[in-house]
């Protein structure tokens, strides 16, 4: 009987262990992706689309860029030659400002990563500035920055999707093109393709729209957005649809994410140098998208155990210019529904919050093995 009991308990043992392990597994919302509706323009239907990684960052709650592991800043030099313009561009880190909420007293809608663009010139070049995401892995998805612009003519601000100089998508700003007399306020969107590549001028290839928005976006944030699915690229400003581009030259590699801000005196696009130092801030980038790596869609497959099941897949709030608790939104900040994804430190303990119910689960796991084999 002895050695029955023993089997018992080895049989209690091991359903406790796979109930423990099962519940660890299910701990997580969202482990099969985030999801998004994409079409209906011009009576086209809407579609849901899937993807499965994220990259969010709150800049906002940002104190040090040089420690984020989602950005990198930039740090290069181009001739003016290179550059095509009246001067060259010095991309420097210190033209890179993070500045969260709260940190200056009085300085409430300042807040954000701060580009700058200076006003003197070095060396013939223009104090410039960039970020870039490190992950270079993003395929389709639907990446969105919530920005303000400079009113000081003179720079182009830009936010964009980067394989090469021939799979681009670009949403580009120029200040010099804002005129607030008469509520014109361009947003320039871009295809980059072989064609532009050959005559640098993208705006005689079919692939080229200059948006007007319906806001001034200077005095405020607003959410741009670039949602990129196979063979279509839209653009939009608060939800709403600004174009929609497909054919030849839409992508087909992966990518990275890029903001900059700019300037080279060439008068056929930035123009300036700004008469002052001129400031890009952003608010946020929320990226989600289907990873070009074979290990990240392997760890799909281990996540994602039924795509059908409550909150399998997560949708994304849509920002529409008018509810701001989307723009305060991250699932980042939410500590269970960003399982096995890989948010910077720097913006949320969801590693942290891993670890601890990893640590919950195994000790969990051995107090109650102990019961059941009698020891206590
Ligand atoms: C995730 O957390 C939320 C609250 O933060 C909770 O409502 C939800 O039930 C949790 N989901 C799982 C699967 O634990
Ligand atoms: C992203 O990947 C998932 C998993 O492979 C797939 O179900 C989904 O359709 C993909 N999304 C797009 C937009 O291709
Ligand atoms: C860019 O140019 C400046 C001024 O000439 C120089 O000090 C700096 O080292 C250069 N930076 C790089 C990355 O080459
Ligand atoms: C960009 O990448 C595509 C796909 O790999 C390639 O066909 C094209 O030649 C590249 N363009 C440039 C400018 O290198
Ligand atoms: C408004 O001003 C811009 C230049 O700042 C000009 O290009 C545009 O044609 C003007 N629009 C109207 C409706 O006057
Ligand atoms: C802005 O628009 C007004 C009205 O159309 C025009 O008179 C003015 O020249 C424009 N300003 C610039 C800088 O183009
Ligand atoms: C391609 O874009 C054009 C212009 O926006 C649009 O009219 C057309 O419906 C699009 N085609 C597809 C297949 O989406
Ligand atoms: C505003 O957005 C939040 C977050 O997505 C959502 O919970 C809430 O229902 C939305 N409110 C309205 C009025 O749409
Ligand atoms: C995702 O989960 C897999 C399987 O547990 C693991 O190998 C991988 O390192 C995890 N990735 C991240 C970013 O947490």
Redesign the pocket.
């Known amino acids: 009987m002895e050695l029955w009991n023993r089997c018992w308990a080895f049989a209690k043992l091991f359903l406790l262990f796979l109930g423990f392990l099962s519940a660890g597994l299910v701990k997580g919302d969202c482990e099969c992706g985030y999801s998004t509706n994409i079409g209906g323009v011009d009576g086209a239907p809407k579609r849901e689309y899937v993807f499965t990684d994220l990259l969010e960052t709150n800049f906002l709650r940002l104190n040090d860029i040089s420690a984020n592991t989602d950005w990198q800043r930039q740090e290069f030099n181009i001739s003016k030659d290179a550059a095509r313009g009246d001067y060259g561009e010095m991309f420097l880190p210190a033209g890179i400002e993070a500045s969260p909420a709260g940190a200056k007293s009085g300085d409430g809608d300042d807040s954000g990563l701060k580009l700058v663009v200076r006003s003197g010139l070095v060396d013939g070049m223009v104090p410039v500035a960039e970020i870039d995401s490190y992950r270079p892995d993003l395929s389709f998805g639907s990446f969105r920055a919530s920005m303000k612009m400079t009113d000081i003519p003179g720079t182009c601000a830009a936010f964009f999707w980067y394989?090469?100089?021939?799979?681009e998508i670009d949403m580009e700003f120029l200040s010099r093109e804002f005129n607030s007399s008469n509520s014109t306020y361009p947003v320039n969107l871009v295809l980059q393709s072989r064609a532009s590549?050959a005559t640098h001028d993208a705006s005689s290839t079919g692939y080229f729209i200059k948006a007007n928005l319906p806001f001034n976006p200077t005095t405020d944030f607003h959410e741009y957005r670039i949602d990129y699915i196979h063979g279509q690229v839209f653009f939009y400003a608060d939800g709403a649809v600004l174009a929609q581009m497909n054919g030849s030259a839409v992508p087909?590699?992966p990518g990275h994410l890029v903001l900059q801000h700019w300037s080279n005196g060439n008068a056929l696009w930035s123009g300036g140098p700004p008469a002052r130092d001129a400031v890009l801030t952003v608010e946020y980038v929320k990226a989600y998208f289907n990873s070009s790596l074979s290990q990240r869609a392997q760890d799909w497959r281990g996540r994602c155990r039924d795509p059908y099941a409550e909150n399998a897949v997560c949708d994304i709030p849509s920002f529409d210019g008018k509810n701001s608790s989307v723009r305060d939104w991250f699932f980042s900040g939410h500590g269970n529904m960003t399982n096995n994804q890989t948010v910077s430190n720097e913006n949320s303990g969801s590693s942290l919050v891993r670890r601890g119910e990893l640590v919950t689960v195994m000790g969990g796991f051995f107090l109650a093995s102990g019961w059941v084999t009698g020891l206590w």
Do not use: A
């Open positions: 394989f090469n100089d021939t799979q590549l087909t590699s």
